[in-house]
């Protein structure tokens, strides 16, 4: 059964400090991506990692990926209020057919002042 | 306006109603996606289709019935709703569902359904 486990679910953070999201997955894929949603809203695309080792970088958000321990990894570096929202992991799995993501269950994220 | 817009916004229907939900996207993407999300268990797929008349079961495809007579349309369909499938439902498209796929899925704005 292809599993994707986010951990925390629920996170609250003071501005300014660091924490890492995790999102591990069950089977093999070398295809992961990184999606926002605000309440109320769609899924915003945040990142795209497409290898093993594929680091990227927006603003205070950082996203890797580690696909021999099946696991990425978001890093929030000096939360700020506006970072607040859910943040999913998804990964493509049978990448050759027709793929498909299958979703983390969401971390949903406070930061506090 | 370019993109992918999905209708109604809200809908609210009884037990055993067959409702129609609309999902259309002006990008010519071969592929489109439904995912329900659920408090617990973030999205799950429903159907996806890789092109016009090509369709297939996701995760959770039982109660839904889609058609993709257009590249531009996918509409969902509940054939007899049930309160389980109160949720809210997105569509998805994407350029490509192989490799080659670099930008990942674009979403709709969703559907909020309730069934009372």
């Known amino acids: 059964e292809l599993k994707v486990e986010q951990n925390p679910l629920f996170l609250s953070m003071q501005e300014g400090k660091n924490y890492t999201i995790y999102c591990n997955y069950s089977t093999t894929s070398d295809r992961l991506y990184w999606y926002r949603q605000d309440p109320g809203k769609s899924l915003e695309s945040l990142f795209v990692?497409?290898?093993?080792?594929a680091v990227k970088q927006e603003g205070r958000l950082m996203a890797s990926l580690d696909t021999k321990a099946r696991l990425s990894t978001l890093h929030i570096t000096a939360a700020v209020h506006d970072l607040s929202a859910t943040y999913f992991c998804a990964v493509e799995f049978e990448p050759g057919a027709a793929s498909k993501l299958t979703f983390g269950t969401g971390t949903r994220l406070q930061v506090t002042l | 306006d370019a993109g992918i817009t999905q209708s109604p916004r809200y809908k609210i229907t009884e037990t055993g109603r067959q409702v129609t939900l609309m999902c259309h996207q002006t990008?010519?993407?071969?592929?489109m996606f439904w995912y329900r999300q659920d408090l617990g268990h973030g999205l799950r797929l429903i159907y996806y289709?890789?092109?016009?008349?090509?369709?297939d079961k996701g995760e959770v495809p039982d109660g839904y019935v889609v058609s993709r007579s257009k590249t531009e349309n996918f509409p969902l369909t509940l054939e007899s709703a049930t309160r389980s499938q109160t949720s809210v439902y997105f569509c998805a498209s994407s350029e490509s569902g192989h490799r080659a796929n670099f930008y990942g899925y674009t979403f709709g704005s969703g559907t909020r359904l309730t069934v009372v």
């Open positions: 990008w010519s993407h071969s592929y």
């Open positions: 289709s890789a092109a016009a008349d090509i369709t």
């Open positions: 990692l497409l290898s093993n080792g």
